[in-house]
Antibody, heavy 117, light 110 residues
Framework: QVQLVQSGPEVKKPGASVKVSCKASGYTFTSHDLNWVRQATGQGLEWLGW????????GYARKFQGRVTMTRDTSITTVYMELSSLRSEDTAVYYC??????????WGQGTLVTVSS | QSVLTQPPSVSGAPGQRVSISCTGSSSNIGANYDVHWYQQLPGTAPKLLIYGNNKRPSGVPDRFSGSKSGTSASLAITGLQVDDEADYYCQSQDNSLFVVFGGGTRLTVV
């Protein structure tokens, strides 16, 4: 079965960077884009961007362009999301999700990123 | 402020029917992009409930149905159960913003 397993919680200081990983299994890794979505406590879902595991191409939400980088390592079927210049408003649970027909059919368990001085 | 507008909350009694609306514009739902719906139980990741406006993934009960018309979409839940208490989100694409979500609707089964 499809599984997306994310790295553990992170605590960062304002201005630092964080890199979250998402390991995919149970399907052909290069067949589907993986996206990143975040959710602040008590808030809704916010899309950050996508990465194509086959080509390595990525696209980002306008709000995060210049601060986010999404990459992949096909040898270990893992994608990464790195967010820089962190501020308190970036405190959230970050999810990776597999995209099929423009919907997200499988999600990681989420990674809590806390930004605090 | 989300691009897609949903009511913050809806409620219903067990066995009843509820509907959750998702209102967009001519640059997203009205531009013929599909609408998808997710259910998020407390403390868990979202789960795909409806895709392509009205299709159910394997394992999703037929009590859940989706529809789309013009610049809006709706999720209907019949035969409400206590286990349906969750947050529900709609999602689509937008000409300039790529992927957009609704603000979410909290369903309470009273």
């Amino acid at each position: 079965q499809v599984q997306l397993v994310q790295s553990g919680p992170e605590v960062k200081k304002p201005g630092a960077s964080v890199k979250v990983s998402c390991k995919a299994s149970g399907y052909t890794f290069t067949s589907h884009d993986l996206n990143w979505v975040r959710q602040a406590t008590g808030q809704g879902l916010e899309w950050l961007g996508w990465v194509n595991p086959n080509s390595g191409n990525a696209g980002y939400a306008r709000k995060f362009q210049g601060r986010v980088t999404m990459t992949r390592d096909t040898s270990i079927t893992t994608v990464y999301m790195e967010l820089s210049s962190l501020r308190s408003e970036d405190t959230a649970v970050y999810y990776c999700a597999r995209k099929i027909d423009n919907a997200y059919d499988s999600w990681g368990q989420g990674t809590l990123v806390t930004v605090s001085s | 402020q989300s691009v897609l507008t949903q009511p913050p909350s809806v409620s219903g009694a067990p066995g009843q029917r509820v509907s959750i609306s998702c209102t967009g514009s001519s640059s997203n739902i009205g531009a013929n992009y599909d609408v998808h719906w997710y259910q998020q139980l407390p403390g868990t990741a979202p789960k795909l409930l409806i895709y392509g406006n009205n299709k159910r993934p394997s394992g999703v009960p037929d009590r859940f149905s989706g529809s789309k018309s013009g610049t809006s979409a709706s999720l209907a839940i019949t035969g409400l159960q206590v286990d349906d208490e969750a947050d529900y989100y709609c999602q689509s694409q937008d000409n300039s913003l790529f992927v957009v979500f609704g603000g979410g609707t909290r369903l309470t089964v009273v």
